[in-house]
Every structure is written in C-alpha cells, then in structure tokens.
C-alpha cells in the first residue's frame, strides 16, 4: 500500500512508539489511544492517512478518524475523475471491489448517483486532492461525537475557520477532566489592532476558544506537499511547542520518509508558516505574466525573501534562527503550493477575485487573509522604524513594496496582476541586500506583535 510504513521490520518500532506516547498519557490497557483529524482538507487527511497507516494494526491500541462536515456534493466532474483514477490503479480497484464500494462509482461516473466527500474520505479520496488515493479512513460527521474523548486533536482547519469550530468544541470539553493534545497544521494568521496590534495564530484562537493551555497545543510545519508526503517523497517538518510533548510526539509522527524535528519556538515558527503564503500568491502571480521566466522568477524570490526576513525581524529576536526553516518552506510553496497556483490562476484570468478565497478542488487560499492582516498590522504607526533613506519614521510596511502591491491587488482590487512586476522592475527599487543589512542594524524586534511583554520597545 503506498504510504504504508508499519510493514516488516518497522512494526516493532512503531508498536514501541505508540506504547510510549500511550504512558505519558496514562492510557491504561484496553483503552485505546484516541487521535481525531477536524477538518478534511488535503494536508489534514493525508496527516491522518500516515498515522492510520503506521499504526492501524493496532487497533486495540490507537483509533484514527477524521471529521469533516456532512452533505458535501461531488460533482459530476469530480466523480468521473474519480472513476479514472480508480481505475488506473489496480491495488485501489481491487479495494474498493471486496469493499463492495466500486458499483457506486461507476454510477456516478454515469450520473446515476450523487456521491458525498464525507462517503469517498472512508474509502480513501480526499475532494481536494483526487489523483492521490489514500487509505480508507474512520469518517465521523457528528463534531462532539468526534471530540469529546479525544487525546489527541490534530487541526486540519483553514486559519480562517479555526476559530469558529474550536469554540463549538470547547462548549463539548467543558466538563473535561483531563486536557487534550493538539496538534494544529493550519498556517494562517488573524490581526488584532486593540489595545494593541498583534498578531493571533491558529494555536492562540484554540487555546482561547477551548481553555486548553498552551503548553498542550502544538503546531506542525514544514516544506511539504501533502500529496508528495503520501507518495513517500522524502520530506520533512517541525513541531512546535513545550518541552513536555514536542519531542515524544516527534518521535511518535516520525516516518522513514516522513522525518520530524522540534522546536520550543511555538509561535514564531507558526507565524512563519503563514508569511510564506502571502508571497507565494505573486510568486505565481509571476510565473503566469512571464511564461516560467527563470530570470524573473528568481528577480521576485530575491526580492521576497528580503522581506520576509525584514519581517522576521520585527517578529523574532534572534531571526537567524528561521532562516532555514522559513527559506524551506518559502521555497515548495512558490513551487508548488495551493497559493503560488492560485496566483497564476488569477494572472492567467482563469479565476477572478470575485470567486473568493475557497475554491473547488483546492479548499482555502490561506494566503489572501494573510496578506490582508500582514498589511494591517504593518501599517500601524504605532510600530514605525527609520526609513533608510529620508531617515524619517515609517510604518514597517512602506519597506516592503511586494506586500503593499499585493494588498492592493487582492483586498483593495485597486491594481491588476500584472501590477507584480511594475513591482519588481521599479528602477527605485534597491538591492534587497540593504533591506537585510538595515534589519540588522536597526533594532526592529517588535515583541508586542506576537503579544508578548515589552511591547513598548523602540526602534
């Protein structure tokens, strides 16, 4: 089975993992340890898929199951690719056969029948990444059924509905007696301008909408695909959080091709991970305007890096120490993540604006809400630093032209696309070497931002 690694030599070790994790949190025997994915998306089921994967056969010892909202249409498009990726593929062909599942798809390939994306994710089809099939899955469409004893949470939300369904679990894990782990994979971010701006990260909206403490919450980042990651292209990721958890469950989500890291820095990192979605939207933006321009495409990486480590500075004290992660993660997603796609898109003409932001057959473009509270939270005089030049006070955002185009172009609609590379070609434009050497220099680490004491501090 692809993406399997609980096979020969690797099923002792992870039943070792799993006894291990099972310990720190006191799960006794004949108690299974209980791992539930809220949300549905591409990352989401293919995070859950690994983890049914490497320890399903210890179905006496850990229960995986998804949750994802009922009554989700696929369309007649989506059930006849479906149909052809099925049969392509003889070991998903043969599956759905002795699960007596594979009559439904033919008619719907027919239109004789409306399948549901809840119905395809227990067979193993996620509706946002249809090419890669994954393992059938435990589905749950009730939300408290799917919560209320769970140890461990993992967020395959979008940023942007988080906080919403986080609040209706906490009402569920009010009478909790013991706190559960969660594990958030959404990279987004919130601004929040009173008394104070800051910015509000995924972990922060759950911590808030369920009393969990932080010190149980924990984010998970990297330079991944998650169709790649399924597909057992080697890759890699961070998780984020206190001492306490990080490393057992690192150790736990470790896969031979799958290899976690850890990191005490929660929300920096976290942060981080949503930044990279902002330039990803004019790095595809990019491409489409100049045909795959090699030269020009590198012009705009250049370019955004700079200010994407200019902005580290205002949200890090020790900056340096992203670089490799953020640089990683900056680098796949300009490849050939949802959000460098959707900008091409939007070039090309073949999505408008006034689509939204949650398009079919690839969830939410997490990136256009970033930009939007980026901009806003960089726009604050409040957090003014010394122009290099006229040596005068700004706000942050007046050095960082690619953010302030793309503001006007997504959330303004005051630019065209191609507005990009009026950007990127301005002959005012400096070297984006100064732009880091002026980082350095100054002292722009903003502490507030991340809400955080010392808020007060000067430039």
């Given at each position: 089975m692809v993406g399997s690694y609980a096979s020969g030599g690797?099923?002792?070790?992870?039943?070792?993992?799993?006894?291990?994790?099972?310990?720190?949190?006191?799960?006794?025997?004949?108690?299974?340890?209980?791992?539930?994915?809220?949300?549905?998306?591409?990352?989401?089921?293919?995070?859950?898929?690994?983890?049914?994967?490497?320890?399903?056969?210890?179905?006496?010892?850990?229960?995986?199951?998804?949750?994802?909202?009922?009554?989700?249409?696929?369309?007649?498009?989506?059930?006849?690719?479906?149909?052809?990726?099925?049969?392509?593929?003889?070991?998903?062909?043969?599956?759905?056969?002795?699960?007596?599942?594979?009559?439904?798809?033919?008619?719907?390939?027919?239109?004789?029948?409306?399948?549901?994306?809840?119905?395809?994710?227990?067979?193993?089809?996620?509706?946002?990444?249809?090419?890669?099939?994954?393992?059938?899955?435990?589905?749950?469409?009730?939300?408290?059924?799917?919560?209320?004893?769970?140890?461990?949470?993992?967020?395959?939300?979008?940023?942007?509905?988080?906080?919403?369904?986080?609040?209706?679990?906490?009402?569920?894990?009010?009478?909790?007696?013991?706190?559960?782990?969660?594990?958030?994979?959404?990279?987004?971010?919130?601004?929040?301008?009173?008394?104070?701006?800051?910015?509000?990260?995924?972990?922060?909206?759950?911590?808030?909408?369920?009393?969990?403490?932080?010190?149980?919450?924990?984010?998970?980042?990297?330079?991944?695909?998650?169709?790649?990651?399924?597909?057992?292209?080697?890759?890699?990721?961070?998780?984020?959080?206190?001492?306490?958890?990080?490393?057992?469950?690192?150790?736990?989500?470790?896969q031979p091709h799958f290899i976690v890291w850890d990191n005490s820095d929660l929300i920096t990192h976290e942060v981080m991970g949503g930044l990279k979605n902002v330039y990803a939207i004019g790095a595809g933006m990019v491409a489409a305007l100049t045909n795959e321009s090699a030269t020009s495409k590198s012009v705009y990486f250049s370019l955004c890096t700079s200010e994407m480590i200019y902005i580290t500075h205002l949200l890090a004290r020790e900056p340096e120490k992203l670089a490799g992660p953020l640089l990683a993660d900056t680098y796949v997603t300009l490849l050939k993540g949802r959000n460098a796609w959707y900008g091409q898109k939007l070039a090309k003409g073949e999505l408008t604006l006034e689509m939204g932001d949650s398009i079919k057959g690839k969830g939410t473009i997490q990136g256009v809400s970033a930009v939007n509270a980026f901009y806003e939270l960089l726009s604050q005089g409040s957090l003014c630093v010394m122009h290099p030049e006229t040596k005068k006070p700004v706000a942050p955002v007046e050095l960082c032209p690619i953010l302030k185009t793309l503001y006007k172009i997504l959330i303004k609609r005051e630019l065209a696309t191609d507005s990009i590379l009026q950007a990127i070609r301005d002959e005012s434009m400096y070297d984006p070497r100064e732009r880091i050497e002026m980082a350095q220099r100054q002292s722009l680490y903003r502490p507030s931002l991340l809400g955080l004491p010392n808020g007060d501090a000067k430039a």
């Amino acid at each position: 089975m692809v993406g399997s690694y609980a096979s020969g030599g690797s099923a002792a070790a992870a039943a070792e993992k799993l006894d291990e994790l099972r310990r720190l949190l006191g799960k006794s025997d004949g108690d299974p340890l209980r791992v539930v994915g809220v949300g549905a998306g591409a990352w989401g089921s293919v995070f859950c898929a690994l983890l049914q994967d490497a320890y399903g056969r210890h179905r006496d010892r850990v229960q995986v199951r998804v949750w994802r909202r009922p009554g989700r249409a696929v369309d007649r498009a989506d059930a006849e690719r479906l149909f052809e990726v099925i049969n392509a593929r003889e070991d998903v062909l043969r599956r759905l056969i002795r699960r007596c599942a594979y009559l439904k798809y033919v008619e719907a390939r027919l239109g004789d029948r409306t399948l549901h994306a809840d119905e395809i994710l227990r067979d193993g089809f996620c509706l946002n990444m249809l090419d890669t099939p994954l393992c059938p899955l435990k589905v749950v469409t009730n939300l408290q059924e799917a919560v209320w004893d769970a140890d461990i949470v993992v967020n395959g939300l979008p940023s942007t509905e988080t906080r919403e369904v986080f609040e209706e679990i906490g009402r569920y894990w009010k009478e909790r007696i013991t706190q559960p782990l969660i594990i958030s994979l959404a990279k987004g971010i919130e601004a929040s301008l009173d008394p104070v701006p800051r910015i509000i990260t995924p972990t922060q909206m759950i911590s808030n909408a369920t009393g969990v403490p932080l010190e149980n919450i924990l984010y998970l980042g990297g330079p991944n695909i998650a169709s790649e990651i399924y597909n057992k292209e080697y890759a890699n990721a961070r998780i984020c959080g206190a001492d306490k958890w990080r490393k057992p469950l690192a150790k736990f989500l470790r896969q031979p091709h799958f290899i976690v890291w850890d990191n005490s820095d929660l929300i920096t990192h976290e942060v981080m991970g949503g930044l990279k979605n902002v330039y990803a939207i004019g790095a595809g933006m990019v491409a489409a305007l100049t045909n795959e321009s090699a030269t020009s495409k590198s012009v705009y990486f250049s370019l955004c890096t700079s200010e994407m480590i200019y902005i580290t500075h205002l949200l890090a004290r020790e900056p340096e120490k992203l670089a490799g992660p953020l640089l990683a993660d900056t680098y796949v997603t300009l490849l050939k993540g949802r959000n460098a796609w959707y900008g091409q898109k939007l070039a090309k003409g073949e999505l408008t604006l006034e689509m939204g932001d949650s398009i079919k057959g690839k969830g939410t473009i997490q990136g256009v809400s970033a930009v939007n509270a980026f901009y806003e939270l960089l726009s604050q005089g409040s957090l003014c630093v010394m122009h290099p030049e006229t040596k005068k006070p700004v706000a942050p955002v007046e050095l960082c032209p690619i953010l302030k185009t793309l503001y006007k172009i997504l959330i303004k609609r005051e630019l065209a696309t191609d507005s990009i590379l009026q950007a990127i070609r301005d002959e005012s434009m400096y070297d984006p070497r100064e732009r880091i050497e002026m980082a350095q220099r100054q002292s722009l680490y903003r502490p507030s931002l991340l809400g955080l004491p010392n808020g007060d501090a000067k430039a």
